[in-house]
């Protein structure tokens, strides 16, 4: 097996805290647990990062950044999910932090660290999140689609082929987005 660069390392490393510090929080966060998911020495980890602090604090701005980076990507609604489901599929971590922030993170430091984050993704597709009642449908809407894309990647068995894997996801949370499209506002959905 080839030995990984030192991106390649410190990129594993985020990622596996981010996954990390989404399932335990910040509390229960340890630096072993990231080596043991990481098959890295806890020396290794602390060289890279100094503390478990650092580390924590970089998992989170790691995720800031790429969040961010995702509003560089011009396109429909469906280029953006694609390349939301890119970045998701290649790094699971990160997907499940940010839903942690939305989700179950309320009220703790590393909740506030993400807001940026948080914040792009639901800017990402138009929402504001200082205002979320200024489309409710489209905000729920976003949050239905970030919930899906959250739970293809994290606990669906890999049963596709990566492509098709994609293929699926971006289809699916398309498919979400799209719904109710064409109503207006107020307006009830019969369910029979």
Not at 12 to 32: C, M
Not at 86 to 105: D, H, K, Q
Not at 115 to 135: C, H, K, Q, T
Request: with cysteine.
């Amino acid at each position: 097996m080839p030995r990984r660069t030192t991106t390649e390392t410190t990129e594993a490393i985020l990622d596996n805290a981010a996954g990390l510090l989404a399932s335990l929080g910040p509390r229960d966060l340890s630096v072993q647990a990231v080596a043991d998911a990481t098959s890295l020495a806890k020396s290794s980890i602390l060289y890279h990062f100094g503390s478990r602090q650092g580390l924590l604090d970089a998992a989170v701005q790691q995720c800031v950044r790429e969040a961010v980076g995702l509003t560089e990507v011009t396109g429909d609604d469906r280029a953006r999910l694609r390349a939301l489901a890119e970045l998701s599929l290649s790094r699971p971590g990160w997907i499940r932090l940010v839903i942690a922030g939305v989700t179950n993170l309320h009220g703790t430091e590393v909740a506030a660290g993400l807001r940026p984050a948080i914040e792009a993704l639901y800017g990402l597709f138009g929402v504001d999140i200082e205002n979320p009642l200024a489309d409710p449908d489209r905000a729920m809407r976003v949050t239905g689609t970030l919930g899906a894309l959250a739970i293809f990647v994290i606990d669906a068995p890999p049963l596709l082929p990566p492509a098709a894997r994609l293929q699926a996801v971006e289809d699916v949370c398309a498919g979400i987005l799209e719904a109710g499209r064409g109503r207006t506002a107020g307006t009830a959905v019969a369910v029979s």
